[in-house]
């Protein structure tokens, strides 16, 4: 008898599954290890904002009924902080349903969508999904550019004809690195009218480099611009999944054609226009990051091992090993990190942000791991 694989379409038949960071209770489950701490995911160590815990627990007595299938609040909220029209915006399941609504209305096969290597996972997954061409195009080797950064002007040298999406993801998830203001606007004045171009920004709020752009400056002169972020990261509510992406109104009106109806919950308009709202909590957020960061940068040069310098709030680490082996032995320490050979990083790590016990615990994990 056949398999069922057979019939399904090319694309999906040639896709593996995105690998999420393990659970802690799985890892406790497996090894007997209570107090595991995770770091494997780049999520927020503080959690949701209280203002967001209150506005949960009020919104559960609406649960029998369908969220606002237009998001008129959080639109409007939205709207507000970003300074833009709420006909600009796409409300996802989290950003990468945004970046899926892209390749279902952009892509097919016949068609190609151009990304770095090393860039995030989903990218080459939802352009597989739909028979599209995958290609993947070198990263800077550290000669004239960052190591492991996007080399954009090799990127504008690949899109073609059939080219319809490229995906920049800025910063980049695994590797931290980030492409500057001036590049990135070269970039975009240069790539053609009919390639819509998505610039990822799911780690902005994170960044505090001088050179770092906000492309949702750049919307009005790019009716093929397409700008996502999310409130899983910076704001806490990866649990939640809401994301949303910012363009010019045609495309954004392109984009709803496809979206499910009801894409995103009440709990998570809710929670997300509540977090919006407390600056405060963000604020202490970054702040636990930015210490964080450094807390790790400095450990990690005591072992003696290189990193990639990162924006976001996470860093990826250089094991000299196979770094398959090391995450294996971290998680009998009861500390969960990122393997990253699926990024072309057999030997690389990535580590989240923690809270500072949180970031210790896994240094001096690190060290007993690498010392045996």
């Excluded at 507000?80 to 349903?97: I, K, P, Q, R, Y």
């Excluded at 680490?317 to 998680?331: M, Q």
Aim: hydrophobic share 45%.
């Amino acid at each position: 008898m056949s398999s069922l694989l057979t019939y399904a379409v090319a694309g999906v038949q040639a896709l593996q599954p995105y690998a999420p960071g393990k659970p802690l209770d799985e890892l406790e489950r497996e090894f007997g290890i209570r107090q595991a701490v995770k770091l494997a995911s780049n999520e927020n160590p503080l959690g949701p904002s209280p203002q967001v815990q209150q506005v949960l627990r009020e919104q559960t007595a609406q649960l029998s009924r369908y969220p606002d299938g237009n998001a008129f609040a959080l639109k409007s909220a939205l709207a507000a902080h970003l300074g833009v029209a709420a006909e600009c915006l796409t409300l996802g399941n989290g950003s990468n349903d945004v970046l899926e609504l892209v390749a279902r209305a952009f892509l097919s096969p016949g068609t190609s969508a151009v990304f770095s290597a090393h860039a995030f996972a989903v990218y080459p997954l939802v352009t597989q999904a739909v028979g599209a061409r995958a290609r993947a195009v070198a990263a800077h080797d550290g000669s004239n550019g960052p190591s492991y950064g996007h080399d954009l002007a090799a990127m504008l040298a690949a899109i073609d004809a059939d080219t319809r999406v490229v995906f920049i993801a800025n910063p980049n998830n695994p590797t931290g690195t980030w492409v500057a203001a001036a590049e990135l606007r070269t970039f975009l004045d240069r790539v053609p009218a009919h390639v819509v171009v998505v610039v990822d920004e799911a780690y902005f709020e994170y960044v505090e480099v001088a050179d770092y752009p906000n492309a949702l400056a750049w919307l009005e002169d790019f009716p093929n611009l397409l700008v996502t972020r999310t409130f899983s990261k910076a704001y806490g509510l990866a649990g939640l999944r809401v994301g949303y992406g910012v363009s010019q109104a045609e495309l954004a009106d392109i984009l709803n054609r496809v979206r499910q109806p009801f894409n995103v919950n009440s709990l998570a308009q809710a929670a997300a226009v509540a977090a919006l709202h407390d600056v405060e909590h963000l604020q202490r957020g970054l702040e636990v990051n930015r210490q964080g960061m450094r807390q790790l940068e400095l450990g990690l040069a005591e072992l003696g091992l290189a990193f990639i310098p990162s924006v976001g709030n996470f860093i990826s680490v250089d094991t000299g090993r196979e770094a398959g082996e090391v995450y294996t032995a971290l998680l009998r320490e009861g500390v969960i990190v990122r393997p990253v050979a699926n990024y072309d990083l057999p030997g690389f790590l990535r580590i989240s942000v923690g809270l500072p016990e949180e970031n210790q615990r896994c240094l001096a994990a690190l060290a007993r791991v690498l010392a045996l």
